[in-house]
């Protein structure tokens, strides 16, 4: 069974953050809260905790995988931002978006759109989701928790950790999660496309 954290939703206790932040460093899998629904997580060089994930989420080969971010600094690294993306990017981080970009040679070919060759995206505002990608130093590979069969996800860490705690290594409880996705915005072309309507208000990227 998964080890399982319990932290303050606002200021979260550093000494279970590094507990959490340990477990990724071992090639983990986590389940921790973001400012829509709660998500699965592992360091992203780690190629059987991914494999783990697609297991556990049931996903395609050509699922759009998401890099979490702490602030815009790290998104450069990762991809390729023309002026009008950067400057959406700017407008709407930190949020519940994801925005799906063209990746850059860092992010390994794995969790690239294996056509594409894109890369999304997010910054989230959750004070947890900050403190777990801030005390790891680098970003935080992840994608919703939403489970094979099911029309939403899951707001309770206790009642995750029970249906899947024996396939993750550590549920970080930051109170009750959203039941909406992120809104997911693809700005890879020159015209900002909307792939999926979640929190957030999408109209902002209708042109």
């Known amino acids: 069974m998964s080890q399982y954290f319990s932290v303050h939703p606002e200021t979260p206790q550093p000494r279970l953050i590094r507990r959490t932040v340990e477990v990724l460093q071992r090639g983990g899998v986590i389940v921790y809260p973001t400012d829509s629904t709660y998500a ?30 702490r602030d815009l600094s790290d998104i450069g690294t990762y991809a390729r931002l023309e002026n009008n993306a950067f400057r959406l990017l700017k407008a709407h981080t930190p949020g519940p978006y994801t925005f799906i970009l063209k990746a850059t040679g860092e992010v390994p070919r794995r969790l690239q759109h294996p056509k594409r060759k894109t890369i999304g995206i997010r910054v989230p505002g959750n004070p947890v989701a900050q403190a777990l990608l801030a005390e790891l130093g680098e970003p935080l590979m992840t994608t919703s928790l939403l489970l094979p069969g099911d029309d939403m996800a899951m707001t309770d860490a206790e009642l995750i950790r029970e249906r899947i705690g024996r396939q993750v290594d550590a549920v970080l409880d930051g109170g009750s999660g959203g039941l909406e996705p992120s809104t997911v915005i693809d700005l890879s072309e020159p015209a900002p496309r909307i792939l999926r309507r979640g929190q957030g208000d999408p109209t902002a990227f209708e042109t």
């Open 40 to 69: 699965l997580g592992c360091v992203m060089g780690e190629k059987a905790a991914i494999d783990r994930i697609r297991q556990i989420r049931a996903l395609r080969e050509d699922h759009d995988f998401t890099l979490a971010c």
